[in-house]
Structures are given as structure tokens and as C-alpha cells.
């Protein structure tokens, strides 16, 4: 075939070759000389390559040609790449950063939100929003409702799984037993929950597939074992359909109670919401309709508009996932968009300059007989291929970054982190960003190097491929975005650390927080365990002082206050703590005494106040002696003992302005346990020997979360440490793109300024006044990338106000922080190409050309 | 170009080479010179034109290239009608005949 193809062309070159002698030999007979005679017919004949091209297009067909001319196009291509690899592998690793990163996200957005849920026919689930239903009111509903077939409930519990190992969370529902059977949901092993009698009366439960995985590696004798859940032996009768954790996504489900099963309050309180089956050939709008009919009936006005006003509200199962993640998919998706744009940017430049010192092979290209078309195609054709390259490597980035994600999250995050994996869609996402991308960075260069002007490229070499506008017009959208995400990142860095900070209320820092959970714990009695725990915990070396609570900052409860004598009550935030906890956490005791042991069910029932709350139930006089009722269903009062200072409640709020209060845990008697434990040294590396005590004590107990007080801060602040880890991360990378950006454009300013340079060095311009010439350039395209990104940032931040912790978005120190560190490493970028200004020889200048 | 050269139409290349062919083969050259001279110099043929048109009626099979010798006894492609290309001549022309009589007819209207 090749062959074949080689004879004809040489054949046609052979019978033009004739062509243009005979007309040669026609313009002599007609008087003119040989060599005018000669240059005459090949006037008359006109281009030769591009005739044979169209002669071969004729012969070949349109494809046929296309397809040969493009396999030409890409050898040469894979040649032009490695003939210089420095700009290759930047452009490629670019690529791979804004591509990879895209991936990523996106992987991460798509597990979370934008995939269906893996259940049958997902289109056809509805959910009944926010009002929660009693069971009575979910079989009644069911019974009324027409336009749906099934109606099925749950709700979210957390259970610790006791184990030999580790204690955990997991997250669990209890839900009606045709939870299944309505979402269409397979058994993975064993079988799941039917509308069988014998599910009511013994605990059975069925676990998720990634529970099964991880716990019982994946052995299908799991079926029909027992595990302990809180302290409560269940069965495990099945195990889910793999990638299905619940009729949400987040948070996942990992195990699964029937109703029935969980204690007889679940049946009459308002627990379930509620979703169902659309009947078949019912739109979601019809349910919708008929919704609307019956919750404005009067018999349903508890659950119709609940106490917040928020009425029922019917949503498919896609417009329940947007509802809860969507929107942050909506706003993630573009900004991390930004990064591939600054790549993009920053390829474009690359490839500008590329074509720049090439343009005496493009015009020769275009001389002789290239359409500009097919010059651009194949300057086109470099660019997808460095698109393809960068789309691999930035497929190996994301895959790389979604093994090693779930490690650096902190645990509460983690937990949140739905099924992830670079899947199918993910490629799909990959290949239409590096199609976009060839498109984005490719075009701009390839047209302008189409358009060379040939004649007078060839005559001399002042042609150039376009004016630089256009190479400093992207190096300054490109340090503007860096800046954007740098200056944002700073506004959260200054946020958390202003969060981490500031005054909590509480004295002491080196906190050591054990969630534990004595085994028997409601069978034993309580007080003797707290001693036996506390006494474990006493003599550990290195702990200072112990006490137990229910939570050490913050509150986990809100009861209702209502003083004496008063028809209204408040409610205010409270914390269970047993003797000891302020001295152990340092909030000061201004007044009267602190809980002791006997503060226990045997004894008076006691209260300790804040200060805000003193003020502000007790204006003006001393509240120690004073009576409250405290709870709803609560008729004995009890007496405020003591005052003690003011703590944060984690928010950006005032504590002076947060009543608080504390009861005895040893009246109380709940079971979340909070060992304190104050240490002389580093808090974290106690937590292994406090878990081994407290394994050890006579009555074993597990520690299923050991943090120190600092890594719970931390947790609280998560909103500006992930808002400081995303700005900073895309930011900085922006920023890496941005500088080398930069100096790709000095450089070539630079070498494009030679001559100029030279003239000036030789009529005696000092060789520093050349390196400033070009600096001020390339500082100047940084300033104003820097002025728009500031004030790009501004606008951001006043967007974030909420998540920044009491910093302006104008904030002073962040915004000339990120500005300087932008403008010295730019100036940096900057001034070492311009150096290379001051070393030009006027001689060898001069002489070059 | 002068003002009396004109354009050949799009599409009628193809007939006007088959016409000039039919008489004898003849090279590239040559049929560049006959179909001058065959529309009293009022045509140009651009060679551009000429030689991707006979690739494409090579293709199509109705002509058929082989190498001959001219007068001045030099190696020439020369180019013979073959039957189908005769039947495709006949086609066109009364095609053509068709048009031409009709596009007259409109434009002789009153």
C-alpha cells in the first residue's frame, strides 16, 4: 500500500515535470529566453506540492488523506515534544495539577452527591422533607396516600460496636421493616428485613457491606452472629447490597435496627422521616398534589407544619441530594475549575513562546502550500497530545490523592467520607477536561502562528507571531487567581488561628479526652465505677489530675430554666460533670463550693451556675442558695451551690453573654463518658497508656475516641482549616503555575529585547539600567495581577463572612501578608531572567543578527 | 485575466475534459492546450483544476492513465476515454442539453 502510494506520487511529479517543460518549450518557440521561459510555466502552473496534495486528496478520498496526514502530524508532534523537554514536562505537569486536582474533587463530589444512590429505580423514590412522623402517623399516611405504593421510615442513631480490638461509632438507623422491600435493595449475605413476625421479637440487626468488610473481612459466616451494640447483643441476619449506606449518602449507615426491635418509645414519638415509592406512572408533581390535600387537613397539623413552621415538603430522591450537597458541589466545581484555567494559562504561554522561536519552520510550512488550516491542525495536534499526557498523569494525581485523603481528614471528617473511587465518570470528566483544555490553551497560540505573515517572515526575521498584550494579559489573570486563593487562604489562616486562640474560658491547655465506656455499665452501680475509673486513671505517670464529664467544652444538652414563682421558662446549655472537672480544666470557682462524691442520688439535688447565667436569672444578687427548676418533667427545684467563670461555647459568640449550667453526673447518670485527664507533658502521648489502663481496670472499658482538648479545637474550627487547607493548597499550586508563568514572560522579553538591549549597552547605558527595564515589566504584570487578586479576595471573603471567625474580609495582616509574599517571589521570578539583561554582550547583540 | 476569460463552471471540468478525450488520449499538457483552444481561448483551465479532476475521473474509472511517448519523444501520461466514460459523456450532455435549454427558455421569457 505504502508502496503503491510512493509510485503514484512519483509518477505524478514525473508528468507535471513534463508539463512544465512542454509549456516551457511553448514560451521559447514564443520568443522568450530559456530561464524567463522556464519561471513563465511555473508561474502558469502554479503551486506543485499543493497540486499533488489535491491530486492525493482526489485519489484517496477525503478520510483517507486526513487520516495519513494526521498520523504525520502526530509523529511529528511526539518529535517537537521531545525535542525539548524542559517546556514539555512543565506543560505536561501543569496539566497534570489542574487536571488531577479537578478529578479529585470531583470524585470526591460525585461518591457524595451526584451519583444515583445504588438502589432499584431510584427515580421513583420520594421524600417527605423536615416534619417527622410518628409510626402511627406513617401508616396512616400510607393508607391515604394513592399516589405512592410504599411509604417506608427511619431514623439516625449512633451505637458504639464493642469489639476485642477497638470500640467505634457507627452510625446506625432503625427503620420500619419494609425499609428494604421500598428501596429495592439486594442482600449482599444473608437476607435483610422482611414484614416476617419473628423480626419483632428477638434484636436482629443487618449490617453494611463496608462494615462486613472491614470488621469481619468480608467472612459470610458474619450471618447469624452476634454483636454488641451499646452494650445490647444483636443478630446479624444480612448484610446490604455493596455501596448502599441508607436513603442518604451522608452520613452513611453502617448498620440497621428494625422499628419494632429498638424499645417500645419508637412506635408512639415523632422519629421517622419518611420516603416512598411512587406508585407506577405517577409523576412526583401528582404526589406533590395529593401531599398538599392531605397535610392541610386538620387532623395532620402537628405533622403538616412542624413547631418551626417548616412545613412537609415532597422531593425526589435527586432533588434531596442537591438539596444537601449539591450546592456545595456547585460552588466547589468552579473554583477548583480555576485552577485548571490558570493551568491553561499557563500552557498557552509555554506554547506562545514555543511557537514564537519556531515561526521561521511555520512560515516556511505556509510557503509552501500548507493551508492555514492545516497549520493550525497541526500545531493543534501538539497541544492535544500535551493534554493527553497531562490528563494520564493527572488521572495517576487523583487516583494517588484518594488513596491517601481519608488518612490526613480528621476522624469526625473522615467518617463522613462516603465510598470514593475513580471510576467511569471520572474518565469521562478527565477526557472532556483535556478536550476543553486543548481548546482553552491551544487555540489562542495555534491561530496566531497561523496567521504569520509569510512574505515578510522570510525576508527578514521581524516577524512575530502576534504582540506580547496577549501573553501579559494571561500572566496577570494568572497571578490574580493565585492571589485570590492565597489571600482567601490567609483570611481563613488568620481566622483559625484567631479561633485557636482566643480565651476560651478555661485555664488549662493540656487536656487529655477519653470517650469510654465501662462494660455493664448500666447493670453496675454508678458511683463505685466512677471511683474505680477515676482511681485507674489517678495513677497513670504523667497525669496531673482526672475527672470525668460529659463533654469539656460545649454542650451536648439544652434544658429548659425556670426560676421560682415564674410562668416562663429558658432554655439554656448544660454539661453533667462529677467532682473535680473545674479545677481539672481551669475554669475558676468565684463562689460558693464545687460538686463532691455525695453529690449523688442520695443527696440534695445541687446545681452550679455560670456567670452569665447568675446575671441573668439573678440580676444584682448572689445566686448560691438560690432555688431553679431545671427540665421539663423536673417538680423537685434544686439549689445553686456554686458560681463559676464564663466558657466558650466553641461559636465566635461572647461567653459573658452564654448562661451555662452544670449538674452532678452522679445525679444525672448518663452514659457518654468524657475522661479528663490533665497531663504535665504533651497530652497526646498519654492516650495509649490511658487506653491500656483503662482496658485493664477490673471492670474493662473501651475508649472508642482518645483526642487531646487542642485536637477537638481543632475540630471545632474545621470550617476555617479546611477553608485554610483548600485556599492554601489551590493556591499555592495557582501560585507555582502563576511564577513560572511570569518568568516565561520575562525571559522572553529578555531574549526578544536583545538587540534593543544591546544598542543601549553599546551607546552607554549601564548594564543595571537593563536589568531594571525589564524587571519593572515583569513586576508591573504582577502588581496588577496582585491589586485585582486582593480585591478579588475581598469580595470572596465578604461571601465567607460567616466561616471566617470574626476577621474582616478586609482584614489588614492577611490581605499584606499574601500580597507581600506574591509580589517578593514574583519579584523574585522576575529577577532572575532580568538578570540575563545586564549580561548582554552589545557585541555579540549586534552581531547576531 | 482579462474580462473575456472566464471561469469555467463548477462542474462542467469534468464533461469538457471527457468531451476532449474522445476524440484521441492525450496528456496533461495537451488537454490543457485542446480545452483552450476548444472554447476559443475563452476559457482558462487552471492547472490546479485540471490535474486533481483527472485523479478524480481515474477514480471513478472513466478514464484510464498510461504512459505513451510524444511526438518530441518524450515519456507522457496519456489519458483514454474508457467505456464507461463514453456512457457518462453521453449522460451529462443530455443532462446539460436539459439545462442549458431550460435556463435559456427562462431567460428568453417576456
Same mark, same amino acid.
Given at each position: 500500500? $505504502?508502496?503503491?502510494?510512493?509510485?503514484?506520487?512519483?509518477?505524478?511529479?514525473?508528468?507535471?515535470?513534463?508539463?512544465?517543460?512542454?509549456?516551457?518549450?511553448?514560451?521559447?518557440?514564443?520568443?522568450?529566453?530559456?530561464?524567463?521561459?522556464?519561471?513563465?510555466?511555473?508561474?502558469?502552473?502554479?503551486?506543485? =506540492?499543493?497540486?499533488?496534495?489535491?491530486?492525493?486528496?482526489?485519489?484517496?478520498?477525503?478520510?483517507?488523506?486526513?487520516?495519513?496526514?494526521?498520523?504525520?502530524?502526530?509523529?511529528?508532534?511526539?518529535?517537537? $515534544?521531545?525535542?525539548?523537554?524542559?517546556?514539555?514536562?512543565?506543560?505536561?505537569?501543569?496539566?497534570?495539577?489542574?487536571?488531577?486536582?479537578?478529578?479529585?474533587?470531583?470524585?470526591?463530589?460525585?461518591?457524595?452527591?451526584?451519583?444515583? $444512590?445504588?438502589?432499584?429505580?431510584?427515580?421513583?423514590?420520594?421524600?417527605?422533607?423536615?416534619?417527622?412522623?410518628?409510626?402511627?402517623?406513617?401508616?396512616?399516611?400510607? !393508607?391515604?396516600?394513592?399516589?405512592?405504593?410504599?411509604?417506608?421510615?427511619?431514623?439516625?442513631?449512633?451505637?458504639?460496636?464493642?469489639?476485642?480490638?477497638?470500640?467505634?461509632?457507627?452510625?446506625?438507623?432503625?427503620?420500619?421493616?419494609?425499609?428494604?422491600?421500598?428501596?429495592?435493595?439486594?442482600?449482599?449475605?444473608?437476607?435483610?428485613?422482611?414484614?416476617?413476625?419473628?423480626?419483632?421479637?428477638?434484636?436482629?440487626?443487618?449490617?453494611?457491606?463496608?462494615?462486613?468488610?472491614?470488621?469481619?473481612?468480608?467472612?459470610?459466616?458474619?450471618?447469624?452472629?452476634?454483636?454488641?451494640?451499646?452494650?445490647?447483643?444483636?443478630?446479624?441476619?444480612?448484610?446490604?447490597?455493596?455501596?448502599?449506606?441508607?436513603?442518604?449518602?451522608?452520613?452513611?449507615?453502617?448498620?440497621?435496627?428494625?422499628?419494632?426491635?429498638?424499645?417500645?418509645?419508637?412506635?408512639?414519638?415523632?422519629?421517622?422521616?419518611?420516603?416512598?415509592?411512587?406508585?407506577?406512572?405517577?409523576?412526583?408533581?401528582?404526589?406533590? =398534589?395529593?401531599?398538599?390535600?392531605?397535610?392541610?387537613?386538620?387532623?395532620?397539623?402537628?405533622?403538616?407544619?412542624?413547631?418551626?413552621?417548616?412545613?412537609?415538603?415532597?422531593?425526589?430522591?435527586?432533588?434531596?441530594?442537591?438539596?444537601?450537597?449539591?450546592?456545595?458541589?456547585?460552588?466547589?466545581?468552579?473554583?477548583?475549575?480555576?485552577?485548571?484555567?490558570?493551568?491553561?494559562?499557563?500552557?498557552?504561554?509555554?506554547?506562545?513562546?514555543?511557537?514564537?522561536?519556531?515561526?521561521?519552520?511555520? *512560515?516556511?510550512?505556509?510557503?509552501?502550500?500548507?493551508?492555514?488550516?492545516?497549520?493550525?491542525?497541526?500545531? &493543534?495536534?501538539?497541544?492535544?497530545?500535551?493534554? !493527553?499526557?497531562?490528563?494520564?498523569?493527572?488521572?495517576?494525581?487523583?487516583?494517588?490523592?484518594?488513596?491517601?485523603?481519608?488518612?490526613?481528614?480528621?476522624?469526625?471528617?473522615?467518617?463522613?467520607?462516603?465510598?470514593?473511587?475513580?471510576?467511569?465518570?471520572?474518565?469521562?470528566?478527565?477526557?472532556?477536561?483535556?478536550?476543553?483544555?486543548? &481548546?482553552?490553551?491551544?487555540?489562542?497560540?495555534?491561530?496566531?502562528?497561523?496567521?504569520?505573515?509569510?512574505?515578510?517572515?522570510?525576508?527578514?526575521?521581524?516577524?512575530?507571531?502576534?504582540?506580547?498584550?496577549?501573553?501579559?494579559?494571561?500572566?496577570?489573570?494568572?497571578?490574580?487567581?493565585?492571589?485570590?486563593?492565597?489571600?482567601? =487562604?490567609?483570611?481563613?489562616?488568620?481566622?483559625?488561628?484567631?479561633?485557636?486562640?482566643?480565651?476560651?474560658?478555661?485555664?488549662?491547655?493540656?487536656?487529655?479526652?477519653?470517650?469510654?465506656?465501662?462494660?455493664?455499665?448500666?447493670?453496675?452501680?454508678?458511683?463505685?465505677?466512677?471511683?474505680?475509673?477515676?482511681?485507674?486513671?489517678?495513677?497513670?505517670?504523667?497525669?496531673?489530675?482526672?475527672?470525668?464529664?460529659?463533654?469539656?467544652?460545649?454542650?451536648?444538652?439544652?434544658?429548659?430554666?425556670?426560676?421560682?414563682?415564674?410562668?416562663?421558662?429558658?432554655?439554656? *446549655?448544660?454539661?453533667?460533670?462529677?467532682?473535680?472537672?473545674?479545677?481539672?480544666?481551669?475554669?475558676?470557682?468565684?463562689?460558693?463550693?464545687?460538686?463532691?462524691?455525695?453529690?449523688?442520688?442520695?443527696?440534695?439535688?445541687?446545681?452550679?451556675?455560670?456567670?452569665?447565667? =447568675?446575671?441573668?436569672?439573678?440580676?444584682?444578687?448572689?445566686?448560691?442558695?438560690?432555688?431553679?427548676?431545671?427540665?421539663?418533667?423536673?417538680?423537685?427545684?434544686?439549689?445553686?451551690?456554686?458560681?463559676?467563670?464564663?466558657?466558650?461555647?466553641?461559636?465566635?459568640?461572647?461567653?459573658?453573654?452564654?448562661?451555662?449550667?452544670?449538674?452532678?453526673?452522679?445525679?444525672?447518670?448518663?452514659?457518654?463518658?468524657?475522661?479528663?485527664?490533665?497531663?504535665?507533658?504533651?497530652?497526646?502521648?498519654?492516650?495509649?497508656?490511658?487506653?491500656?489502663?483503662?482496658?485493664?481496670?477490673?471492670?474493662?472499658?473501651?475508649?472508642?475516641?482518645?483526642?487531646?482538648?487542642?485536637?477537638?479545637?481543632?475540630?471545632?474550627?474545621?470550617?476555617?482549616?479546611?477553608?485554610?487547607?483548600?485556599?492554601?493548597?489551590?493556591?499555592?499550586?495557582?501560585?507555582?503555575?502563576?511564577?513560572?508563568?511570569?518568568?516565561?514572560?520575562?525571559?522572553?522579553?529578555?531574549?526578544?529585547?536583545?538587540?534593543?538591549?544591546?544598542?543601549?549597552?553599546?551607546?552607554?547605558?549601564?548594564?543595571?539600567?537593563?536589568?531594571? $527595564?525589564?524587571?519593572?515589566?515583569?513586576?508591573?504584570?504582577?502588581?496588577?495581577?496582585?491589586?485585582?487578586? &486582593?480585591?478579588?479576595?475581598?469580595?470572596?471573603?465578604?461571601?465567607?463572612?460567616?466561616?471566617?471567625?470574626?476577621?474582616?474580609?478586609?482584614?489588614?495582616? !492577611?490581605?499584606?501578608?499574601?500580597?507581600?509574599?506574591?509580589?517578593?517571589?514574583?519579584?523574585?521570578?522576575?529577577?532572575?531572567?532580568?538578570?540575563?539583561?545586564?549580561?548582554?554582550?552589545?557585541?555579540? !547583540?549586534?552581531?547576531?543578527? | 485575466?482579462?474580462?473575456?476569460?472566464?471561469?469555467?463552471?463548477?462542474?462542467?471540468?469534468?464533461? +469538457?475534459? +471527457?468531451?476532449?478525450?474522445? +476524440?484521441?488520449?492525450?496528456?496533461?499538457?495537451?488537454?490543457? +492546450?485542446?480545452?483552450?483552444?476548444?472554447?476559443?481561448?475563452?476559457?482558462?483551465?487552471?492547472?490546479?483544476?485540471?490535474?486533481?479532476?483527472?485523479?478524480?475521473?481515474?477514480?471513478?474509472?472513466?478514464?484510464?492513465?498510461?504512459?505513451?511517448?510524444?511526438?518530441?519523444?518524450?515519456?507522457?501520461?496519456?489519458?483514454?476515454?474508457?467505456?464507461?466514460?463514453?456512457?457518462?459523456?453521453?449522460?451529462?450532455?443530455?443532462?446539460?442539453?436539459?439545462?442549458?435549454?431550460?435556463?435559456?427558455?427562462?431567460?428568453?421569457?417576456?
Amino acid at each position: 500500500m $505504502l508502496f503503491r502510494k510512493d509510485k503514484l506520487d512519483a509518477e505524478m511529479a514525473e508528468e507535471m515535470r513534463l508539463h512544465l517543460e512542454l509549456q516551457a518549450e511553448r514560451n521559447r518557440a514564443a520568443g522568450m529566453d530559456a530561464a524567463e521561459a522556464r519561471y513563465a510555466a511555473q508561474r502558469q502552473f502554479g503551486n506543485v =506540492a499543493s497540486m499533488q496534495e489535491r491530486c492525493r486528496e482526489q485519489r484517496a478520498g477525503r478520510l483517507g488523506v486526513w487520516l495519513e496526514q494526521l498520523g504525520r502530524d502526530l509523529r511529528q508532534g511526539v518529535r517537537q $515534544l521531545a525535542s525539548t523537554p524542559g517546556t514539555t514536562v512543565l506543560a505536561v505537569l501543569s496539566l497534570a495539577v489542574g487536571i488531577g486536582i479537578n478529578a479529585t474533587i470531583f470524585s470526591v463530589m460525585d461518591g457524595a452527591f451526584l451519583r444515583p $444512590l445504588p438502589i432499584h429505580d431510584p427515580e421513583t423514590i420520594v421524600k417527605f422533607e423536615r416534619p417527622r412522623f410518628t409510626f402511627q402517623e406513617l401508616q396512616q399516611l400510607q !393508607a391515604e396516600m394513592n399516589s405512592v405504593g410504599g411509604l417506608a421510615g427511619s431514623w439516625r442513631i449512633n451505637r458504639l460496636l464493642q469489639g476485642q480490638d477497638r470500640t467505634e461509632l457507627v452510625p446506625a438507623r432503625v427503620v420500619t421493616s419494609n425499609y428494604f422491600e421500598v428501596l429495592g435493595v439486594a442482600p449482599a449475605a444473608g437476607r435483610l428485613f422482611g414484614s416476617r413476625s419473628a423480626d419483632l421479637a428477638e434484636p436482629i440487626v443487618v449490617i453494611s457491606h463496608a462494615l462486613w468488610q472491614r470488621r469481619f473481612g468480608g467472612d459470610p459466616g458474619v450471618v447469624g452472629e452476634t454483636i454488641v451494640l451499646n452494650e445490647r447483643p444483636a443478630t446479624v441476619v444480612g448484610v446490604a447490597a455493596k455501596g448502599f449506606v441508607g436513603e442518604d449518602r451522608l452520613p452513611t449507615t453502617e448498620v440497621w435496627f428494625p422499628a419494632q426491635t429498638s424499645g417500645g418509645g419508637a412506635t408512639t414519638r415523632r422519629d421517622f422521616s419518611v420516603f416512598g415509592r411512587m406508585a407506577p406512572g405517577v409523576s412526583a408533581a401528582q404526589v406533590r =398534589a395529593e401531599a398538599g390535600t392531605i397535610f392541610t387537613r386538620p387532623e395532620w397539623g402537628a405533622v403538616g407544619a412542624n413547631r418551626f413552621g417548616e412545613r412537609v415538603r415532597v422531593v425526589t430522591e435527586r432533588e434531596s441530594r442537591m438539596d444537601h450537597g449539591g450546592r456545595l458541589t456547585y460552588i466547589t466545581g468552579p473554583v477548583v475549575g480555576l485552577v485548571l484555567v490558570v493551568a491553561c494559562a499557563n500552557v498557552s504561554c509555554l506554547l506562545l513562546g514555543r511557537y514564537e522561536e519556531r515561526r521561521r519552520e511555520i *512560515a516556511v510550512r505556509l510557503a509552501l502550500g500548507a493551508s492555514r488550516g492545516r497549520v493550525m491542525r497541526y500545531l &493543534l495536534i501538539e497541544a492535544a497530545l500535551l493534554a !493527553a499526557l497531562g490528563a494520564a498523569l493527572g488521572l495517576v494525581l487523583a487516583w494517588w490523592s484518594l488513596r491517601i485523603l481519608p488518612g490526613i481528614l480528621p476522624v469526625t471528617l473522615a467518617m463522613f467520607t462516603p465510598d470514593v473511587q475513580v471510576d467511569l465518570r471520572v474518565l469521562g470528566l478527565t477526557l472532556s477536561l483535556a478536550v476543553a483544555a486543548t &481548546l482553552a490553551f491551544g487555540v489562542m497560540p495555534a491561530w496566531r502562528a497561523s496567521q504569520l505573515d509569510v512574505s515578510a517572515m522570510l525576508k527578514s526575521d521581524v516577524g512575530h507571531l502576534g504582540r506580547t498584550p496577549s501573553r501579559n494579559v494571561l500572566v496577570i489573570a494568572q497571578v490574580a487567581i493565585a492571589m485570590t486563593f492565597l489571600a482567601v =487562604a490567609a483570611l481563613f489562616v488568620r481566622g483559625f488561628l484567631t479561633g485557636a486562640a482566643r480565651d476560651l474560658g478555661l485555664g488549662e491547655r493540656n487536656l487529655l479526652l477519653a470517650y469510654a465506656v465501662p462494660e455493664g455499665a448500666t447493670r453496675r452501680d454508678f458511683d463505685t465505677l466512677l471511683d474505680e475509673l477515676r482511681g485507674a486513671v489517678a495513677g497513670l505517670p504523667g497525669a496531673q489530675a482526672t475527672t470525668v464529664a460529659n463533654s469539656v467544652i460545649g454542650s451536648r444538652r439544652t434544658l429548659s430554666v425556670r426560676l421560682p414563682g415564674a410562668d416562663k421558662a429558658e432554655l439554656v *446549655a448544660c454539661n453533667q460533670v462529677d467532682h473535680g472537672f473545674f479545677r481539672v480544666v481551669g475554669v475558676p470557682l468565684t463562689q460558693g463550693r464545687d460538686f463532691t462524691a455525695q453529690d449523688n442520688r442520695a443527696g440534695g439535688r445541687v446545681v452550679i451556675v455560670s456567670a452569665a447565667m =447568675a446575671r441573668r436569672f439573678w440580676p444584682g444578687e448572689s445566686p448560691v442558695g438560690q432555688t431553679v427548676f431545671i427540665g421539663r418533667d423536673e417538680l423537685l427545684p434544686r439549689e445553686v451551690v456554686g458560681v463559676v467563670g464564663d466558657v466558650s461555647d466553641l461559636t465566635e459568640r461572647d461567653p459573658a453573654t452564654l448562661p451555662f449550667f452544670y449538674l452532678p453526673l452522679r445525679q444525672e447518670r448518663t452514659g457518654d463518658w468524657l475522661v479528663i485527664v490533665r497531663t504535665q507533658g504533651d497530652p497526646g502521648a498519654l492516650a495509649a497508656p490511658l487506653r491500656d489502663r483503662l482496658r485493664r481496670m477490673e471492670t474493662p472499658t473501651a475508649t472508642f475516641m482518645i483526642e487531646t482538648l487542642n485536637g477537638q479545637l481543632r475540630t471545632a474550627l474545621m470550617p476555617q482549616w479546611i477553608g485554610a487547607w483548600f485556599g492554601g493548597v489551590l493556591g499555592g499550586l495557582a501560585f507555582l503555575l502563576a511564577v513560572s508563568g511570569l518568568y516565561g514572560v520575562v525571559a522572553y522579553a529578555v531574549a526578544r529585547r536583545t538587540r534593543e538591549l544591546g544598542i543601549r549597552i553599546a551607546l552607554g547605558a549601564e548594564p543595571r539600567s537593563a536589568t531594571r $527595564l525589564v524587571l519593572r515589566q515583569g513586576l508591573m504584570l504582577a502588581g496588577i495581577g496582585v491589586a485585582c487578586g &486582593l480585591l478579588l479576595a475581598v469580595a470572596v471573603g465578604a461571601a465567607l463572612r460567616s466561616t471566617l471567625y470574626g476577621i474582616s474580609p478586609a482584614d489588614p495582616w !492577611a490581605l499584606a501578608g499574601a500580597g507581600l509574599a506574591v509580589l517578593t517571589v514574583a519579584a523574585l521570578a522576575s529577577w532572575l531572567p532580568a538578570r540575563r539583561a545586564a549580561k548582554v554582550d552589545p557585541m555579540v !547583540a549586534l552581531r547576531a543578527e | 485575466m482579462t474580462k473575456e476569460k472566464s471561469e469555467l463552471l463548477q462542474g462542467t471540468l469534468d464533461m +469538457l475534459i +471527457l468531451k476532449a478525450l474522445q +476524440l484521441e488520449p492525450m496528456h496533461g499538457f495537451g488537454l490543457s +492546450l485542446r480545452l483552450r483552444q476548444m472554447s476559443a481561448e475563452v476559457f482558462q483551465v487552471e492547472m490546479g483544476s485540471l490535474y486533481p479532476a483527472l485523479c478524480r475521473l481515474e477514480k471513478q474509472g472513466w478514464i484510464e492513465g498510461d504512459w505513451g511517448v510524444t511526438e518530441s519523444n518524450r515519456k507522457a501520461r496519456y489519458y483514454a476515454l474508457t467505456k464507461a466514460g463514453r456512457k457518462q459523456l453521453e449522460e451529462e450532455r443530455t443532462q446539460w442539453e436539459l439545462l442549458s435549454r431550460t435556463i435559456n427558455q427562462m431567460l428568453n421569457a417576456t
